[in-house]
């Protein structure tokens, strides 16, 4: 009518919680299964420590976390073909072998060596078609996930030679052994592409550069530790070459643990980032590697030094969640309507 304003449109609908929560959870990097690998190492570590309660909980927390991670890369892999081919060829995509191995040997710690298998078969699938699709896009001045695909082969070595001794398999200790090189091959080429400005610049995926060495030395002690099981996989030469290597590659860990410290104190980085998680992972991988070689060389000096580096592992990762969820808090809210 005449005289009368118009009718104003309604406000736009406020978003639920649940739409924003879905909308973050969209945004995820594909570099988001380090939060597995951190929270299942720190598992490990608090098992071999003989911390049987707490060693629950952490592995309760990764497999759910995995579980949820896993729906959404099969929902990807299947109704967006195109962003998973994407996502794949980021340095950061063998998170999903490596999350998936690390689980799988802490299950077969518990004795459930079947689902275990199936952990290990599901990552054997997924290694060569996410390793061959990331390393053909590799390049100079790498950021430190480029240690990932080292990472991810020598976490199917861990678990390879951890089922190997509980399963009195022979071939699969072998072949964990054939990993476990091949590793050490890819850290090497990785290292060589490393940007060595990271320790200084990095927003936390610069520890996987010491990470990747950790694991590496968790492998070798696995392969020894499954030569002593009863199976007769390397004579005493073989032995004593893989015992110096495992050694070796503990030490040029902590090498790097203690320079990546040093670059955190020099140059520190307060605010959260996803890549986070990839400085908790190495953290606690030094830990289990410390722990395991004491047992596999038979040096249990090792036992006390890999206690408090364990505990660091745990404080580090309590301080990261923490600031997860702030995180996740603060992307939800922002993308709420004013």
């Given at each position: 009518?005449?005289?009368?304003?118009?009718?104003?449109?309604?406000?736009?609908?406020?978003?639920?919680?649940?739409s924003?929560?879905?909308?973050?959870?969209?945004r995820?990097?594909?570099?988001?299964?380090?939060?597995?690998?951190?929270?299942?190492?720190?598992?490990?570590?608090?098992?071999?420590?003989?911390?049987?309660?707490?060693?629950r909980?952490?592995?309760?927390?990764?497999?759910l976390?995995?579980?949820?991670?896993?729906?959404?890369?099969?929902?990807?892999?299947?109704?967006?073909?195109?962003?998973?081919?994407?996502?794949?060829?980021?340095?950061?995509?063998?998170?999903?072998?490596?999350a998936?191995?690390?689980?799988?040997?802490?299950?077969?710690?518990?004795?459930?060596?079947?689902?275990?298998?199936?952990?290990?078969?599901?990552?054997?699938?997924?290694?060569?078609?996410?390793?061959?699709t990331?390393?053909?896009?590799?390049?100079?001045?790498?950021?430190?996930?480029?240690?990932?695909?080292?990472?991810?082969?020598?976490?199917?070595?861990?678990?390879?030679?951890?089922?190997?001794?509980?399963?009195?398999?022979?071939?699969?200790?072998?072949?964990?052994?054939?990993?476990?090189?091949?590793?050490?091959?890819?850290?090497?080429?990785?290292?060589?592409?490393?940007?060595?400005?990271?320790?200084?610049?990095?927003?936390?995926?610069?520890?996987?550069?010491?990470?990747?060495?950790?694991?590496?030395?968790?492998?070798?002690?696995?392969?020894?530790?499954?030569?002593?099981?009863?199976?007769?996989?390397?004579?005493?030469?073989?032995?004593?070459?893989?015992?110096?290597?495992?050694?070796?590659?503990?030490?040029?860990?902590?090498?790097?643990?203690?320079?990546?410290?040093?670059?955190?104190?020099?140059?520190?980085?307060?605010?959260?980032?996803?890549?986070?998680?990839?400085?908790?992972?190495?953290?606690?991988?030094?830990?289990?590697?410390?722990?395991?070689?004491?047992?596999?060389?038979?040096?249990?000096?090792?036992?006390?030094?890999?206690?408090?580096l364990?505990?660091v592992?745990?404080?580090?990762?309590?301080?990261?969640?923490?600031?997860?969820?702030?995180?996740?808090?603060?992307?939800?809210?922002?993308?709420?309507?004013?």
């Amino acid at each position: 009518m005449p005289g009368l304003p118009p009718p104003s449109s309604p406000p736009p609908a406020s978003p639920s919680p649940r739409s924003r929560l879905r909308d973050w959870w969209a945004r995820r990097r594909p570099a988001s299964g380090t939060a597995v690998m951190a929270t299942g190492i720190v598992s490990v570590g608090l098992h071999l420590a003989g911390h049987e309660a707490l060693s629950r909980v952490w592995l309760t927390m990764a497999g759910l976390a995995w579980v949820a991670l896993a729906a959404d890369f099969g929902v990807r892999l299947v109704r967006e073909r195109e962003r998973w081919r994407a996502e794949a060829g980021t340095p950061g995509a063998p998170t999903a072998v490596a999350a998936t191995a690390v689980l799988g040997t802490q299950i077969s710690a518990r004795g459930r060596q079947t689902v275990a298998e199936a952990l290990l078969a599901l990552a054997a699938a997924l290694w060569p078609v996410l390793i061959v699709t990331v390393v053909r896009r590799w390049k100079r001045r790498m950021p430190g996930a480029v240690f990932l695909c080292c990472v991810a082969t020598q976490s199917l070595a861990v678990l390879g030679a951890v089922l190997a001794k509980a399963e009195a398999a022979a071939w699969l200790a072998h072949t964990a052994l054939v990993l476990f090189w091949l590793g050490l091959v890819l850290y090497g080429v990785a290292l060589g592409l490393f940007d060595l400005r990271q320790p200084a610049e990095g927003a936390g995926d610069q520890w996987v550069a010491g990470g990747a060495l950790a694991v590496s030395a968790l492998a070798g002690a696995e392969l020894l530790m499954a030569g002593d099981g009863g199976l007769y996989l390397w004579n005493a030469d073989d032995t004593g070459v893989l015992r110096g290597l495992t050694v070796a590659l503990l030490v040029l860990d902590y090498a790097w643990y203690a320079v990546l410290l040093v670059a955190e104190v020099r140059w520190p980085r307060p605010r959260y980032d996803e890549r986070r998680w990839a400085t908790v992972f190495p953290m606690g991988m030094t830990a289990a590697a410390t722990l395991s070689v004491a047992v596999a060389v038979d040096l249990p000096a090792l036992d006390g030094p890999g206690e408090v580096l364990l505990w660091v592992a745990v404080a580090a990762w309590l301080v990261v969640a923490a600031a997860a969820v702030g995180s996740v808090r603060a992307g939800i809210r922002s993308r709420a309507p004013r």
